[in-house]
C-alpha cells in the first residue's frame, strides 16, 4: 500500500475506534452496538480494493482486539474485519468508481450480517457462547438496522478522503515536472540538431566555395 493510504487509513481508523468504543458503545441500544469500524473498513474496500481491503481490515480488527475493554480472543475480530474487507473491495469495479448508491448499501448489510454470523461463529470454536445467551436472530436484525442508519453519515464521507488521498498531488505535481523536463529536454536537443546541422552546412558550402574559386584561379592561369 502507498504512504498516504496507510497514514490516512490509520488516522481513520483510530478515530472510528475511539467514537465506537467512547460513544457508541455507551449508548446501551437494545441488541448490537453500531459499528463504526466496519463502515470505515466497508469505505476504505471499496476504493482500495480487495487487498487493501483485506490489509486494511486486519489491521482495524487487531487493533479493536487489543484496546480495551476487548473482551474476546485477540485475533478474533481481525479475521473477520479481514474477510469482510477483502470481499467488499471485489466490489470494486475497474474504472474504480461506483456509480449508485445501491451497491454501497448492499455491501453494508452483507457485512452487517456476515460479520455477525462470522464473529459468533469463531466465538463458537473458542467457546464464547455469549451470542447464543443474546439472541442471534436479534444481534443480526439490529446490528443490520444500525449500520444500515449509520452508513450514510459515514461511508460516503471516507470513500471521498480516500479517493482524494489516493491521488496522490505530490506524486502527480513530481511526474508532470518529470514530463516537462523530458518535453524541454527533446525540445533544446532537437533546438541543438537543427543549429548545429545548419553549421555543419555552411561550413561545407563555404569548403565548395573556396574550392570553386581555387579551381578557377587555377583554370584562369593555364589560359593565360
Known amino acids: 500500500m502507498r504512504v ?17 468504543v467512547s460513544v457508541l458503545a455507551r449508548l446501551h441500544l437494545p441488541g448490537a452496538v453500531p459499528d463504526l469500524l466496519l463502515l470505515t473498513v466497508l469505505a476504505l474496500a471499496m476504493v482500495y ?11 482495524a480488527g487487531l487493533l479493536a482486539d487489543l484496546a480495551p475493554p476487548a473482551d474476546h480472543a485477540a485475533g478474533r475480530y481481525a479475521l473477520v474485519l479481514c474477510v469482510v474487507g477483502y470481499l467488499a473491495g471485489l466490489v470494486k469495479p475497474e474504472n474504480g468508481r461506483l456509480k449508485s448508491a445501491t451497491a454501497p448499501m448492499l455491501v453494508v448489510v452483507g457485512a452487517a450480517i456476515g460479520s455477525t454470523l462470522l464473529y459468533a461463529s469463531v466465538g463458537a470454536l473458542v467457546g464464547d457462547t455469549a451470542a447464543r445467551h443474546v439472541g442471534l436472530t436479534g444481534l443480526l436484525f439490529s446490528a443490520t438496522v444500525y449500520d444500515l442508519l449509520l452508513a450514510p453519515f459515514v461511508v460516503p464521507g471516507v470513500m471521498v478522503l480516500a479517493r482524494r488521498a489516493d491521488n496522490d498531488p505530490l506524486a502527480e505535481s513530481t511526474s508532470a515536472a518529470g514530463k516537462a523536463a523530458d518535453i524541454s529536454s527533446g525540445w ?37
Do not use: E, Y
Open 4 to 20: 498516504n493510504r496507510i497514514l490516512l487509513s490509520s488516522a481513520l481508523i483510530v478515530v472510528a475506534l475511539v467514537i465506537q
Open 49 to 59: 480494493g480487495h487487498v487493501g481491503g483485506a490489509l486494511v481490515g486486519f489491521g
Open 188 to 224: 533544446l536537443s532537437s533546438g541543438t540538431g537543427l543549429r548545429v546541422g545548419g553549421q555543419r552546412g555552411g561550413i561545407k558550402m563555404r569548403a565548395v566555395r573556396a574550392r570553386a574559386a581555387r579551381a578557377g584561379r587555377i583554370k584562369g592561369v593555364k589560359r593565360l
